[in-house]
């Protein structure tokens, strides 16, 4: 699927106000909204199934805040936040039946502390520890 990632709509104007992408075959591929020619506000991207594949907010173009991907069946595959593009705080993501996989934290896009892996029954497997960059800025 190519996206259309371009500031500008068909006759060169910045782009503004509601927006949707379609699929070769015209299904729905995602929604949200411009401000200036930047993803504003809450973007929804969709399977060609029609299910919803992401959801995520946008603040002057950048993925911000907390966002969620679902597998084909619609169960949840993975959440986390992003600051300005950048991973953040608690990630977890989830096997196919909707047991946790793993969880951990992200500094400015760099895992780090207590990483927990989990089988799909739920049992702990692994436990990692990232260490802290020194030249890391504080969380």
């Keep these: 699927m190519k996206m259309d990632e371009s500031s500008g709509d068909s ?14 075959d015209g299904s729905l591929s995602c929604t949200g909204a411009y401000a200036n020619g930047e993803k504003t506000g809450e973007w929804r991207y969709y399977l060609r199934n029609g299910s919803v594949k992401a959801v995520g907010r946008y603040s002057h173009g950048k993925m911000t805040g907390e966002w969620k991907w679902y597998r084909e069946n619609g169960e949840l595959l993975q959440a986390g936040a992003f600051d300005n593009e950048k991973k953040v705080g608690l990630w977890k993501r989830y096997h196919p039946n909707g047991a946790l996989y793993d969880a951990g934290e992200y500094v400015n896009d760099i895992k780090v502390g207590e990483w927990k892996v989990y089988d799909v029954n739920g049992a702990l497997t692994k436990t990692k520890h990232y260490k802290r960059d020194e030249n890391m800025p504080a969380a």
């Design 11 to 24: 006759s060169g104007q910045l782009k503004n106000g509601l927006h949707e992408q379609h699929f070769k």
